[in-house]
């Protein structure tokens, strides 16, 4: 069974590897993750956040309900067009034990190529929220947390809270 890791754990601030096969345990690993997305109410999760050190996640579109499961996903692409949207995550939680939300500035779209769970290779053109959830889970897959796209400021309110969890 998977366990969410979260914020200070040091998993979530690794680089993960390229996943070179397809294994029952990546398959087993994603569907549980989609099932642990449905149930904490995300809309996204990368491998890192369960404590595991590979390139693959699972997201889904919220306006269409579609779920993807991607390896080795990549942003091949990012749009000029950037928007300012509140941002939560599963692994920064505060004192209620629900995700801390803050406003982070990305590309309104992106295009992503990525391996599906067949191994077939896949890509598109995502805009608005799945483009936005597409940049926040690969950010995981380099170490990269939300809160560091945040001013010194904002991230120390933030961080107040998920000390407070803890």
Known sequence: ????????????REKCEPVDEITPDVLSAMDEMVKMMAEQNGVGLAAPQVGITKRFLVMMNPDSGEVFKMVNPKI???????????????????????????????????????????????????????????????????????????????????MRKVRRHK
């Open 1 to 12: 069974m998977l366990q969410m890791k979260l914020c200070g754990d040091l998993v979530l």
């Open 76 to 158: 091949t692409g990012r749009g000029t067009k950037t928007v300012i949207m509140e941002e939560g995550c599963l692994s920064v939680l505060g004192p209620d034990n629900l995700p801390v939300f803050a406003n982070v500035s990305r590309p309104d779209s992106v295009t992503v190529e990525w391996i599906d769970e067949q191994g077939h290779p896949c890509a598109a053109e995502m805009s608005g929220l799945p483009a936005r959830i597409i940049q926040h889970e690969t950010d995981h897959l380099d170490g990269v947390l939300f809160i560091d796209y945040l001013s010194p400021v904002k991230r120390e309110m933030v």
